[in-house]
């Protein structure tokens, strides 16, 4: 499976962006998709996770009640939806994959590349 982020760009505070992850390849097992981010300088951090199904989702604090996460699974398709955007979000978004269950906190098994968001003040 082969992942691909789209849909970063140049937004200014307070704005918003969609994200979007296409997999492509062998998409017949199930997985949990995630985004990730990193920013200049600093290490890669998780941003949000959701289920094969749909029904569980996680976030970081960070960006929780501003960012939604959201899949599309006959469009092998996973979202992030980013509202009220800050220049501290300013990073590369990555999507990545789990195989089977959520596992916040551990190694996604799968990597995109990722898509860049400047957020400027």
């Known amino acids: 499976v082969q992942l691909q982020a789209f849909g970063g760009g140049l937004v200014q505070a307070g704005g918003y962006l969609r994200l979007s992850c296409a997999a492509s390849g062998r998409t017949d097992s199930s997985y949990a998709m995630n985004w990730f981010r990193q920013a200049p300088g600093k290490e890669r951090e998780f941003v949000a996770a959701i289920s094969w199904s749909g029904d569980s989702t996680y976030y970081a604090d960070s960006v929780k009640g501003r960012f939604t996460i959201s899949r599309d699974n006959a469009k092998n398709s996973v979202y992030l939806q980013m509202n009220s955007l800050r220049p501290e979000d300013t990073a590369v978004y990555y999507c990545?994959?789990?195989?089977?269950?959520?596992?916040?906190?551990?190694?996604?098994?799968?990597w995109g590349r990722g898509t860049l968001v400047t957020v400027s003040s």
């Open positions: 990545a994959a789990h195989r089977g269950p959520i596992r916040v906190g551990s190694v996604p098994d799968l």
